[in-house]
């Protein structure tokens, strides 16, 4: 159970100097596969990582008939010609992954036999409402009706036709609709009331979608139109490497100072490939080219970032805020993540306790981190509500800090089971 064990590190690390290879990208991961599994003809990804939530997501779609295959890093998926093949009131538990409960929502609306969706812990207690109704208004049924949460029975077929969100609770349920607009007989037009929460993960969708070869277009700032009758087409795929599993290494050099290079990370301008830049307006130096990107420690210490609004990059709010509040001075205010209090944990309520419990100045506000620089670390033991983000932006104050504890250290098995042994491999000693 997340929270059981724990784990510390016993003295202070030299300043590092090393090169990590971050897994391929959850996020991307999740949604080729997906694709993958609904596409006609037999598809290949590449640099697929391991973890519980890609595991889920395997076992989802040999659930719905399609054949998937390991081969070390690369998966071959022979998918369903877009129509999953359920058996009739067949439940499927999607554990702790959210991104798989929207998404398999959506493809099992697919499916003429009625199946049941459920999943573990706090899973059963992520809004789901939004996308509920939209599914029922897109023609399937629904028990129980307008459900706000797992566990619901659900039925296709889908009709399509035009649904609004309001853009502020989660950026899966618009993902999740656009995947399977393609093959229903009408298609979908995508409307959100606001500029969704976490835009790029729908861009990132998107783009996907259209290396599968389906047609979509934008046709306003938060409106989509997604032809329907189409397919899925097989495609070969390499996963990009993890921004946000990157994020926690690039961060160490402003712990321990010393450098770290990540290989074939490229930096951007939005969603979490932010980081890279923000490191920078904090005073770490950063050198980027095609085949990396190396960060050094900063020269004169860790700058306060200001106000910044990271609605496009909720992943990695905790480890921006660990940095924040280890600057020896100054306001950081982390703004636009209301959407953060319904991931696996509270994640802005227990983010602000967890930090001021270790000394720091760490506010949550309705839709804010407010941190202010100058606190004094102190050796208490964290709990990281069986959350693997807070884990493992965690590390970064046990690594400051030798003999605070981390409280659910295995939380990490969510997105990286290897995280605690990549540190090692590091030079930054084994924890206990």
Not at 352 to 372: F, H, K, N, P, S
């Amino acid at each position: 159970m997340p929270g059981r064990s724990m784990i510390r590190y016993r003295k202070k690390p030299a300043p590092i100097r090393g090169v990590v290879a971050v897994p391929g990208s959850k996020y991307l991961a999740n949604r080729v596969l997906l694709l993958a599994a609904l596409a006609r003809g037999e598809s290949r990804v590449e640099n697929c990582p391991s973890n519980e939530d890609l595991d889920r997501a395997e076992q989802f779609i040999s659930w719905i008939g399609a054949d998937i295959r390991r081969q070390n890093e690369a998966r071959s998926v022979r998918g369903v010609s877009g129509l999953p093949k359920v058996t009739p009131n067949g439940e499927f538990s999607c554990g702790a992954s959210g991104t798989l409960a929207r998404w398999s929502l959506a493809i099992l609306a697919l499916a003429r036999a009625p199946s049941r969706i459920t999943g573990e812990g706090r899973l059963l207690e992520r809004p789901m409402g939004e996308l509920v109704a939209a599914l029922e208004r897109l023609g399937a049924r629904i028990e129980p009706q307008g459900a706000q949460t797992l566990p619901v029975s659900i039925q296709g077929p889908l009709e399509g036709g035009r649904v609004v969100l309001s853009g502020r609770v989660s950026s899966q349920f618009g993902s999740a609709l656009l995947a399977i607009a393609p093959l229903t007989p009408s298609g979908l037009i995508l409307d959100f009331e606001a500029p969704p929460v976490s835009a790029s993960y729908l861009a990132l969708t998107l783009q996907a979608m259209g290396d599968f070869g389906v047609k979509y277009e934008e046709v306003g700032k938060s409106s989509w139109v997604v032809p329907g009758g189409q397919s899925y087409r097989a495609t070969k795929f390499r996963i990009a490497p993890d921004p946000v599993l990157a994020s926690y290494f690039m961060a160490l050099p402003a712990v321990t100072g010393g450098s770290i290079r990540i290989p074939d990370l490229k930096p951007g301008t939005g969603g979490e490939s932010r980081f890279v830049g923000l490191l920078q307006a904090m005073g770490c130096g950063v050198e980027a080219d095609a085949s990396g990107v190396t960060i050094r420690e900063p020269a004169q210490g860790l700058r306060p970032l200001g106000s910044i609004d990271l609605a496009d990059a909720p992943d990695i709010v905790p480890t921006l805020a660990v940095l924040a509040a280890l600057a020896p001075q100054g306001t950081t205010i982390l703004t636009g993540i209301s959407h953060l209090r319904h991931k696996e944990s509270d994640r802005l309520y227990d983010l602000a306790l967890e930090l001021a419990r270790a000394g720091l100045y760490v506010t949550a506000e309705a839709d804010a981190l407010r941190i202010e620089g100058g606190g004094r670390l102190k050796c208490v033991t964290l709990d990281v509500h069986g959350d693997h983000r807070l884990a493992m932006s965690f590390a970064l104050l046990a690594i400051a800090k030798p003999g605070l504890a981390i409280q659910g250290e295995e939380s990490v098995g969510k997105s990286f089971p290897g995280f605690w042994q990549a540190l090692e491999r590091l030079g930054l000693g084994r924890p206990e």
